[in-house]
T-cell receptor, first 114, second 112 residues
Framework: DAGVIQSPRHEVTEMGQEVTLRCKPI?????LFWYRQTMMRGLELLIY????????DSGMPEDRFSAKMPNASFSTLKIQPSEPRDSAVYFC????????????FGPGTRLTVT | QKEVEQNSGPLSVPEGAIASLNCTYS??????FFWYRQYSGKSPELIMF????GDKEDGRFTAQLNKASQYVSLLIRDSQPSDSATYLC????????????FGKGTHLIIQP
């Protein structure tokens, strides 16, 4: 299996612009998670999906953040408008769920907002 | 609020020795415990998971869980320079899958 795939790997944008991050989970995994990592706050859960349905979005910092999972093989995390404090590494992870709770991370997207 | 605490380090260990990494958690409802290794600039990589009290061994790695003390640890035997990384402890409530709560990690340095 190719593992979790994320794109783009790096994104540099100006404040106020819309940013869309993409994720393809491991085939057969029922759960998909979005995390954000910064030096100050460490790795934090933003939102997760089970069978394409959002289960817990309490970690989404503001209404500027939104996430969708239109099908089992694709999810997006969108930030609109972006701000410099959104600069971080965003990770997507997937898990087989009831068949196993281990989460496997993608390579991440390093976002820089200037 | 769920919290996971780790000593940030750096923890310096001579090559060939045992490295001991510790983690405490605040949520007594936590049921699943994970150790991830993260090299600089890379994504977290799952090393071990443990669900029951006691020890679980996998190669050079041993995870130890004590739910009464809300304590989980990772032992790395015969430490190698390639083990130098940040080790993240993570917990969740289990019962299916749930978002992980991570500690901020311990930076481990294996000295040749």
């Amino acid at each position: 299996d190719a593992g979790v795939i994320q794109s783009p790997r790096h994104e540099v944008t100006e404040m106020g612009q819309e940013v869309t991050l993409r994720c393809k989970p491991i085939s057969g995994h029922d759960y998909l998670f979005w995390y954000r990592q910064t030096m100050m706050r460490g790795l934090e859960l933003l939102i997760y999906f089970n069978n394409n349905v959002p289960i817990d979005d309490s970690g989404m910092p503001e209404d500027r953040f939104s996430a969708k999972m239109p099908n089992a093989s694709f999810s997006t995390l969108k930030i609109q408008p972006s701000e410099p404090r959104d600069s971080a590494v965003y990770f997507c992870a997937s898990s087989p769920g009831l068949a196993g709770q281990e989460q496997y991370f993608g390579p991440g997207t390093r976002l820089t907002v200037t | 609020q769920k919290e996971v605490e780790q000593n940030s380090g750096p923890l310096s260990v001579p090559e060939g020795a045992i490295a001991s990494l510790n983690c405490t958690y605040s949520d007594r409802g936590s049921q699943s415990f994970f150790w991830y290794r993260q090299y600089s600039g890379k994504s977290p990589e799952l090393i071990m998971f443990i669900y029951s009290n006691g020890d679980k061994e996998d190669g050079r790695f041993t995870a130890q869980l004590n739910k009464a003390s809300q304590y989980v640890s990772l032992l790395i035997r015969d430490s190698q320079p390639s083990d130098s990384a940040t080790y993240l402890c993570a917990v969740n409530r289990g019962g299916g899958a749930d978002g992980l709560t991570f500690g901020k990690g311990t930076h481990l340095i294996i000295q040749p």
